[in-house]
């Protein structure tokens, strides 16, 4: 029989990169912005300032949201 020693530290690495690999798919699906056009595009925008909307937003929503 064959035993693996493992020290505390590398098991502490092991744990570590298991916790940044589920934080980091987290934030990947977590920071998905709504597709351009869609209610809940429109709808976030609506409730962002318009001082804040870049010019290809602004023309994004006039398109979808308002001429629809």
Not at 7 to 26: D, S
């Amino acid at each position: 029989m064959v035993v693996l020693r493992t020290t505390k530290n590398e098991k502490v690495k092991y744990v570590m990169k298991k916790i940044i690999g589920v934080l980091f798919t987290l934030l990947m699906v977590a920071a998905c912005s709504p597709e351009v056009g869609t209610e809940k595009w429109c709808k976030n925008m609506k409730e962002k300032p318009k001082g804040d909307w870049s010019v290809n937003e602004a023309k994004d929503y006039a398109k979808h949201c308002v001429l629809k």
